[in-house]
């Protein structure tokens, strides 16, 4: 799904090419995109109005409208969604999930724009959402949302990581956590900092820690940079049989945080496990063995 690269592509492209232009229709009537507002709630708040500021936590989208009272256009892209802001000349600007060398096929599938603002210069932005799992309403709320990834300093990452003792895989993609990191940008993350998805993140050494926050800074600006996390170096290694880029040894497939995570089988070894011991209360009574 977008991962915050891919959600920051979308917010520059609504920065880039859609503010400052007199809305003049909203077509809200998807109502399971749309929901929990009715149809015509969304379109009434915002006409008339402009997209003053484009903003992003980790994969929530919001943007900001002028007036009095002025609403706030929540954003989520789902699993699929792309955003594209058409100019009056007819250009589009787009950005969202990464569609590879396909040629963008919104033209023949207008039933796809889940989400529709039109401006009275004759441009539109649109939500285009194959899958229908984004999500658009009016003053979403954030915080719940942890800190951006992109953002976090080391203190509070160091925090964060230590307060909880589940895999370090399963702690980087919650969201309440640190916002942003979806699966394939923390397998890129943990693959460049050496670090076990497995091992918990209370156990994680200050230099790991240290190391992992450095390398998730640099993943995500690479990313953005790049096009997008399907860029990292080792996502394409992420298939039975392949090898890792940087040591040679065999990638291993294992699942953390329910989702399915490939590592180095030497740089980023399983964690041994103790066999837990049983609980004293379910041992019942002694009883000697019979000789």
């Known amino acids: 799904m977008p991962e915050l690269p891919e959600v920051e592509s979308a917010r520059a492209v609504i920065e880039r090419s859609a503010l400052a232009r007199v809305i003049a229709h909203v077509d809200d009537t998807d109502t399971w995109e749309c929901r929990p507002h009715a149809p015509g709630e969304i379109r009434d708040a915002l006409l008339g109005r402009r997209l003053v500021a484009a903003h992003r936590r980790g994969k929530t989208l919001w943007v900001e409208t002028s007036g009095s009272d002025a609403p706030v256009l929540g954003i989520h892209l789902g699993m699929s969604g792309r955003i594209l802001v058409s100019a009056p000349s007819g250009g589009v600007d787009e950005g969202g999930d990464y569609v590879g060398m396909r040629p963008q096929r919104t033209p023949l599938k207008p039933q796809w724009d889940r ?106 600006r690479s990313a953005i940079r790049h096009g997008g996390v399907h860029t990292g170096e080792i996502i394409e290694h992420r298939k039975a049989g392949d090898h890792c880029p940087r040591c040679g040894a065999p990638m291993r497939r294992t699942v953390a945080g329910g989702r399915t995570t490939w590592a180095c089988s030497v740089e980023q070894p399983a964690p041994s496990v103790t066999p837990a011991r049983p609980s004293p209360s379910r041992l019942g009574p002694w009883t000697p063995t019979p000789s």
Do not use: M, Y
């Open 115 to 220: 989400f529709t603002v039109t401006f009275e210069d004759g441009g539109a932005l649109r939500l285009f959402d194959k899958r229908r799992l984004g999500r658009v309403r009016l003053d979403p709320d954030i915080d719940a949302l942890g800190p951006d990834a992109g953002e976090v300093r080391l203190p509070a990452f160091r925090d964060l990581l230590g307060r909880s003792h589940t895999a370090v895989k399963a702690r980087l993609l919650d969201q309440h956590a640190v916002a942003g990191i979806g699966n394939l940008l923390a397998d890129e993350t943990l693959w460049q900092a050496a670090v076990a998805p497995e091992q918990p993140a209370d156990e994680l050494d200050p230099d790991e820690v240290a190391r992992l926050h450095r390398e998730l800074r640099k993943a995500i």
